[in-house]
């Protein structure tokens, strides 16, 4: 069974430049969250889809969207980079919306490294 | 809003058990505890999920006391291939994703 890929792997932009990160859930997977880590701020909860819908959404601003596929896929997008937005951004999926609570399971993928210059 | 801390790094030696211990003090009743391990260029990796008590699976242990405002990952006769972050999530029932911020294990021959 493959795991979740991410594409691209590693992506430099430009600041005030948009972004659009991708996101292959293990098939089968309903459930797909987004996190952004940091050195400085560890992981950070971006939004989990569930369902082509947005479920929960962390505290970050309105430049970091995302949108799930009727196949599970998503994207998310940075608009309007900047250079705090360097990150390693992973994605990790999950049965269902309740996989992580009740067995604590969700799977990562290896994430998309961005750099803003 | 439970907070989660962990100690920032911690070394060892291969054929110990190491013990990493993440403090949670206002956890709330229905939350549960997870541990993932990440290794460099990686996702986190799930290793274990506790509620309270004692959880072990084939890789580690959880030992949650009854007050749950900690709880202490075990992980037994370590390797080489154990260097990596540990992180501590807390996991609350309207889907709150608290997670520590990590303790670097080294393992040293």
Redesign the interface.
Same mark, same amino acid.
């Given at each position: 069974k493959a795991g979740v890929t991410q594409t691209p792997r590693y992506l430099i932009k430009t600041r005030g430049q948009q972004v659009t990160l991708s996101c292959s859930p293990i098939s089968g997977h309903r459930s797909v969250s987004w996190y952004q880590q940091t050195p400085g701020q560890g992981l950070q909860f971006l939004f989990e889809y569930f369902s082509e819908t947005q479920r929960n959404k962390g505290n970050f601003p309105g430049r970091f969207s995302g949108r799930q596929f009727s196949n599970s896929r998503s994207e998310m997008n940075v608009s309007t980079l900047e250079l705090g937005d360097s990150a390693l951004y992973l994605c990790a999926s999950s049965a269902d919306r309740w996989s992580p609570l009740r067995s604590g399971e969700q799977y990562f993928g290896p994430g998309t490294r961005l750099t803003v210059t | 809003l439970a907070k989660t801390t962990q100690p920032i790094s911690m070394d060892s030696y291969e054929g110990q058990e190491v013990n990493i211990t993440c403090s949670h003090n206002n956890i709330a009743t229905n939350d549960?505890i997870?541990w993932y391990q990440q290794f460099p #260029?990686?996702?986190?990796?799930?290793i &274990?999920?506790g509620y309270k008590t004692k959880v072990t699976n084939e890789v580690a242990s959880l030992f949650i006391p009854a007050d749950r405002k900690s709880s202490t990952l075990s992980l037994p006769r370590v390797s080489l291939s154990d260097t990596a972050v540990y %992180?501590c999530l807390v &996991?609350g #029932?309207n %889907?709150q994703?608290i997670?520590?911020?990590?303790t670097k294990l080294i393992i040293k021959p």
């Open positions: - | 549960y997870t #260029s990686q996702g986190p990796r799930f &274990i999920q %992180y &996991i #029932s %889907y994703l997670w520590g911020a990590g």
